[in-house]
C-alpha cells in the first residue's frame, strides 16, 4: 500500500539556521508529491508541488523540495528560517484510486519550532 | 477563493449519540474528503468521494459513514459516537486531478 513516513515528529531550529524536513514515500508508480503547512491556530494550506518536470519545487516564502526518485523521497528545505516559519508541515502523496480517481494521503507531520 | 465551510467549528456530544458533520465547498469540485488530525498521527483519511454518490473508503472507516446527495456538499455520519472519536475533524475538496486541496478550518469533536 503506498504510504507516507515523515522520519521526525518535532524539529527544533534557531532563527536563520537552516532546516530541512524529511518525507519519504512508498509508490509503485508515478507521483503527485505535495507539502501542506499549518500555522498556529489556522487551516491547512498548500506549500508546494511536485507534479511533473523539474524536480526541484520551490514555494513563495523561500522553502524548496526535490524530488528523487531513487531514494523515494521529498524532502523539505529552507537556508535560513525566521520566526514565522513555526507551523507543522505535512508532507502528502496522491494515489491512484482507479482510471478516474485518486486520493491524498498525508504522513504524521513536522511540527518546527524557531527558537529565537 | 475557493470556500470549504464546515458547519461547526467546535462540537460536544455524549457516547452513543449519532453525529453529523457538515462539509460544503462553493467551486464544483468533483472531489471531497474527510480527515480526521489527531497529534502524532497527522492526517487520516476517513471516506472520501469523487462524484455525486460516490464514496470510497479512506484507511481508518470504522464507525464512520458518508452521505453525498450534492456536489458541493459531503456529510460525515458518526453512529453511534464513541469517545475515541473525540478528534479535529477535516474537509476538503479538489478538482479531479487532486493537484490542491482546499480545506475548511474543521470541527473539533469532544464524545463525552
Known amino acids: 500500500a503506498q504510504s507516507v513516513t515523515q522520519l521526525d515528529s518535532q524539529v527544533p531550529v534557531f532563527e536563520e539556521a537552516p532546516v530541512e524536513l524529511r518525507c519519504n514515500y512508498s509508490?509503485?508508480?508515478?507521483?503527485?508529491l505535495f507539502w501542506y503547512v499549518q500555522y498556529p491556530n489556522q487551516g491547512l494550506q498548500l506549500l508546494l508541488k511536485y507534479l511533473s518536470g523539474s524536480t526541484l519545487v520551490e514555494s513563495i516564502n523561500g522553502f524548496e523540495a526535490e524530488f528523487n526518485k531513487s531514494q523515494t523521497s521529498f524532502h523539505l528545505r529552507k537556508p535560513s528560517v525566521h520566526i514565522s516559519d513555526t507551523a507543522e508541515y505535512f508532507c502528502a502523496v496522491r494515489v491512484n484510486w482507479d482510471s478516474s480517481a485518486s486520493k491524498i494521503i498525508f504522513g504524521s507531520g513536522t511540527r518546527l519550532s524557531i527558537r529565537p | 477563493d475557493v470556500k470549504v465551510t464546515q458547519s461547526s467549528r467546535y462540537l460536544v456530544k455524549r457516547t452513543g449519540e449519532k453525529v453529523f458533520l457538515e462539509c460544503v465547498q462553493d467551486?464544483?469540485?468533483?472531489?471531497m474528503f474527510w480527515y480526521r488530525q489527531d497529534p502524532g498521527l497527522g492526517l487520516r483519511l476517513i471516506y472520501f468521494?469523487?462524484?455525486?454518490?460516490?464514496?470510497e473508503k479512506g484507511d481508518i472507516p470504522e464507525g464512520y459513514s458518508v452521505s453525498r446527495e450534492k456536489k458541493e456538499r459531503f456529510s460525515l455520519i458518526l453512529e453511534s459516537a464513541s469517545t475515541n472519536q473525540t478528534s479535529m475533524y477535516l474537509c476538503a475538496s479538489s478538482t479531479r486531478t487532486n493537484e490542491k486541496l482546499f480545506f475548511g478550518s474543521g470541527t473539533q469533536l469532544s464524545v463525552l
Open positions: 467551486m464544483d469540485h468533483e472531489n
Open positions: 509508490s509503485s508508480v508515478s507521483v503527485y
Open positions: 468521494s469523487y462524484d455525486v454518490k460516490m464514496k
